[in-house]
């Protein structure tokens, strides 16, 4: 298994590589750049002062403006002592991370201080130099020091930020694809139910009027009768099924559209509860049944099996039958005492499926156990 790194490794190895840099090029005697010492000090106390420019970098990254502020003075005191290179290079690191890494405005303030610190090495340049060649030389030496740390931690913030805002604009323009292609989708979904509503429906509608008034109105013959209602039962049915795939399409839901699931599939929903780790008994004695009651039975059954899991249930006993017309859905559980409630979304959920297809559900402890009933009318009243 790859080792996660921790956030404090990178800052403690960059400042431990800081001073090991610097030490080297103390203790090889690199020139100064600025041999103007006020307070002559031993090789000890520049490497302390180093020290603790190099543990400002711990914080480079977390607090860069800060990290920058603190160095400031040991910047000013190894200067008093003669500006060494090392010094300089780890204050101008620091400088690097606070324009990179510091708030867009302290950016903007340090991009015009070191501006400022160009202005001042060039008027400086001027006036102690001999001559053109000199001052030249002057500006050349000093005036990179606090331009090219600023200048090269704009250029890669500006292209840090490029690429943040390609990446949103990327995003955006990915999220509006999706939602045309939703819209589109839902457009033609909502035609289509249109058209089913407005002209399939209308005709089969029709039909069940018509069979059912000269079912009304027929004489004894009873083959004649026999087809006339199984014409209206068959319509009926099919209307029944149409308003379903009615609401589908009119459904926002991304899987509207997937075949709905049916209480033939019961043996795979108890299957899945069973693997959750609850003991399920089932039982189903029904034959064909509209489209929108077995959906609606299955679904009951579904939230019914996942409250029991939830709650802690370790048993539960499933029966669906058909009884007067009606679809009898019954889901008994053990669930312990302190979760004998029902003020959950499920139930609600539960409810509004039986009261779309004209049923009516009840749920609530009984006898130390959970009990959900479900009654659901076959035919359309």
């Known amino acids: 298994m790859e080792r996660r790194r921790r956030p404090w490794q990178l800052p403690v190895w960059h400042a431990v590589i800081w001073f090991g840099f610097g030490s080297v090029l103390l203790a090889v005697d690199v020139p100064l750049v600025l041999d103007a010492a006020v307070l002559p000090a031993p090789h000890w106390a520049r490497l302390l002062v ?13 607090h860069p403006v800060p990290a920058l502020i603190a160095g400031q003075p040991l910047l000013l005191l190894d200067a008093a002592m003669g ?4 010094a300089l290079l780890a204050a101008g690191d620091l400088l690097y991370s606070a324009v990179l890494n510091g708030p867009r405005r302290a950016s903007r303030v340090l ?10 090495a060039a008027a400086v340049s001027l006036t102690i130099g001999k001559d053109l060649r000199d001052s030249t030389l002057y500006f050349l030496t000093f005036a990179p020091i606090p331009m090219l740390p600023v200048w090269w931690a704009t250029n890669v913030r500006r292209q840090r930020e490029a690429a943040e805002a390609e990446r949103a604009r990327a995003d955006q323009l990915a999220h509006i694809v999706e939602l045309d292609r939703a819209a589109a989708v839902q457009r033609e979904r909502a035609a289509m139910a249109r058209d089913l509503h407005d002209v399939i429906a209308g005709h089969v509608s029709a039909v069940a009027i018509q069979s059912e008034a000269l079912l009304s109105r027929a004489d004894g013959d009873a083959t004649a009768r026999a087809v006339l209602r199984s014409v209206r039962e068959n319509s009926v ?5 149409m308003r379903a795939m009615i609401g589908l399409l009119r459904s926002e839901s991304p899987d509207a559209l997937t075949a709905p699931a049916r209480l033939r599939d019961l ?5 899945s509860a069973r693997a959750a780790g609850l003991d399920v008994a089932a039982s189903a004695e029904v034959g064909e049944l509209p489209a929108a009651v077995d959906l609606s039975a299955y679904r009951i059954v579904q939230e019914a099996l996942t409250n029991a899991v939830k709650h802690g249930g370790s048993r539960a006993e499933v029966n669906v039958r058909q009884a007067d017309g ?12 302190a979760r004998e409630r029902g003020d959950g979304t499920g139930l609600l959920s539960m409810t509004e499926r039986a009261a779309a297809v004209g049923g009516a559900l009840s749920a609530g402890p009984r006898g130390g156990r959970w009990h959900v009933r479900a009654d659901l009318p076959l035919e359309e009243s």
């Open 50 to 62: 180093l020290a603790a420019l190099c543990a400002l970098h711990l914080a480079r990254d977390t």
């Open 83 to 86: 500006l060494s290179l090392p």
């Open 267 to 271: 043996a795979q929903l108890v299957g």
């Open 111 to 120: 991009l015009g201080a070191a501006f400022a610190c160009v202005a001042a």
């Open 237 to 241: 049915a099919a209307l029944t099924e």
């Open 326 to 337: 009606r679809l009898v859905v019954e889901v008994v559980n053990d669930v312990p005492a």
